[in-house]
Each structure stands twice: as C-alpha cells, then as structure tokens.
C-alpha cells in the first residue's frame, strides 16, 4: 500500500503543509548540529530517496542530509518512527514526502519510486538480521527457522532490487549533470557478506548477493551516468545490533559512519568500505579452508546459536 506525504518546514502531523520554524527544542539542536556539517562536494543531491528511513543508519542519513531546498522521500514500516524522523528532517527545512510499506512489496516500491519524477541521490538502507537458535533436542544442531529465512532474505536482498531497479531506470532518462552523472544508488551490504558466517547464514548470504550485484552492474551502470556503490562495513551502533549478547568488534558510531559513506558516495566510491581492517580480515578468513574457518567462528561469542535477538518477521 503507498501512501505519501507532503510536508515542509516545521510541525508534523502527517499529510499538511504548516508555516515554518515552528521548532522543538530537540530540533533546534538538530539544526545547530546541521549548520556545523561539512557540505558535500561535486554532488547534486536536491532529490534523495532513502528506505529504512525510521530506524538506525537510514534515520541518520536523512537527518544529515535535511536543509533547506531538498526533498526528501522516505520509506519504512513503523509509522510512529517514520513521522519523528520527518519531524527531525522538516524542522531542518527540507520538503519531505513519507511511503508506509514494505521494500519486499516490488510494485508498491516501483510506483514510489516512479511517482517522484527523478531522483538525485537512493540509499537502500532497509534490512533486517537474525542468527541461529539453540537444538531443539539434546542431539540436535543449531538452525535457522525458515521464515527467518525467507525474511530476510525478502528484506535484505529482494528490498534491494525492488529499490535499485526501478531507480535505475527512472535515472536513465535524467539527463547528465555537470558531473557527467544522472544519479547515485547505494546499497548497504555488511562484512558478514564477505563470510560464510554459520551463526547468521541467510544475513551472510543475502548482504553476499547485494555487494556483488552492486559491484557486478556497477561498471556498466557508471558509464551511463549512474554511480552504483555498496557500503560493507561492520556493526554499527543501531537498534538492530543492540541486543545482541557477544563483544562486537569495531562497533562504529551511526553518525561517523554516515559521514563516511557520503563522503565515498561524493567521490564515486563504487564499494565503501569501513573499518578496513575488519573487512581486510575476513576477506582472509573466507581464503581458508572451510573445516579451520567454522572451528574459528564456532568458537566465537557471535557465533554462538541464541546469541542475537529473534527479529520481527511481520
């Protein structure tokens, strides 16, 4: 189901159009910090689409991103988040337009996308992640449930391509600006697409197929105009990580990380990678032989079955 709102400026509720500087004290600050921001160079962004715009890295792009004369189009699930993400964002002076749906909806995804008339700058931020439970019997293995399965991978790679493809073709007929560029896509893949993880398979495996499409069509795509950059990076202080009962090594702040991935995406980065040494390690991992990777990994606390939350499969 798409729904769409416009507003611009100040209070929220949805669907209306109220004068502005009507700020909350939370957003005033909101538009300190803003002012204090670097600007981004070379890159026209005056139209960004982001999903995952209510939570976690999705919600902080959009804030970071929201000044005066750039439309924002936003997309998540949870309503009540979504519209405080708008609040943040108008109160900064953008025009934001709000879609209530889900990114594994392919023709609700591809009429939003379609309806805005062109787009500067796509952030296919929407994901999810779970990990294995614990046997169920005392001889039994750890598993993943298949809904979960099926979920995620929905989510997590389907979302992708039901963001991108659509985008791609309503940039192919933008003309080139300055730059030479039509548009920007990007994609959040993750270090655990870089492993055959065992205590979070399906995560692995659906991050695995978003990076290496991503980069597989990226070359074609750039020499249309079109720049195409996964982001694979490691955990990120969010509400998806947060439960998670293991030491999560190279944690990284969601507004650094936000700051990195727009400063690859204004230098034409077509994978934006962070922490490196993160990445640059399990790149090693996946050389070894199976049998010593999955000894390693099955020793460690993330790997460990019922060690992360069960996710919202709805």
Known sequence: ??????????????????????????????????????PICNMKH????????????????????????????????????????????????????LHL???ADRTAMEAWIRSTNGLDLVLACAGITGGTRKPQTPDGAPYEPAAQIYRIFETDMMGVLNTVLPALDVMQHQPRGTDGMRGRICAISSVAGV????????????????????VATGGDAKKAGILLSSV??????????????????????????????LRGL??????????????????????????????YYNNQPSGAAGSMPEPDLS
């Open 1 to 38: 189901m798409l729904t769409l709102c416009v507003v611009r400026h100040a209070a929220f509720p949805a669907c209306s159009i109220y004068p502005s500087c009507a700020f909350m004290p939370e957003a005033a600050m909101l538009c300190h910090n803003h002012h204090k921001q670097r």
């Open 46 to 97: 005056d139209t960004v689409l982001i999903t995952g715009a209510s939570s976690g890295l999705g919600q902080t792009l959009a804030q970071t991103l929201a000044r005066p004369g750039r439309t924002l189009y936003l997309g998540g699930r949870n309503v009540q988040r979504l519209e405080e993400t708008a609040k943040a964002c108008i109160s900064r002076g953008a025009a934001v337009h």
């Open 101 to 103: 749906g889900d990114v």
């Open 195 to 214: 492993v055959s993880y065992p205590g979070t398979p399906s995560y692995s495996a659906a991050k695995a197929a978003v990076d290496r499409f991503i």
């Open 232 to 261: 694979v990076c490691g955990f990120l202080d969010t509400p998806m990580v947060a439960k998670n009962a293991f030491p999560m090594p190279g944690l990284t702040d969601v507004n650094s990380a936000c700051r990195r991935i």
């Open 266 to 295: 204004s230098r034409n980065e077509r994978r934006i990678t962070f922490p490196l040494w993160l990445v640059a390690g399990s790149r090693f991992m996946d050389l070894l032989p199976i049998r010593l990777a999955e000894f």
